[in-house]
């Protein structure tokens, strides 16, 4: 079973940017599917974006030109650039392997202020 654990959230102001890193450790180099969720209180755990094929990354509507996941295998990382953030994107952001999704980091806190 492999372990994921993200770092790179915080707060910042509407517009500006971030980068959330995932680590994954114990267990051999994968290629299985492999990428972002997110969920705010109240609110259903929604996909952001999620890669599950080779060179395929399918990002949500809602993140479309603002987000991009990439992957670093040799140090395997998987990173999640964020743009023009908006306060709507504020949320527990969590990153996930397998499809459906068997492993989870614990999250790390996303706030875009106003």
């Known amino acids: 079973q492999v372990q994921l654990v993200e770092s790179g959230g915080g707060s910042v102001q509407a517009g500006e940017s971030l980068r959330l890193s995932c680590a994954a450790s114990?267990?051999?180099?994968?290629?299985?599917?492999t990428g972002w969720y997110r969920q705010a209180p109240g609110k259903d755990r929604e996909l952001v974006a999620y890669?599950?094929?080779?060179?395929?990354?399918d990002y949500a509507d809602f993140v479309k030109g603002r987000f991009t996941m990439t992957e670093v295998n040799a140090k395997n990382m998987l990173y999640l650039q964020m743009s023009s953030l908006k306060p709507e994107d504020t949320a527990m952001y969590y990153c996930a392997r397998g499809d459906p999704p068997h492993s989870w980091g614990q999250g790390t806190q996303v706030t875009v202020s106003s």
């Open positions: 890669r599950r094929s080779l060179g395929s990354t």
């Open positions: 114990g267990s051999p180099f994968s290629m299985e599917p």
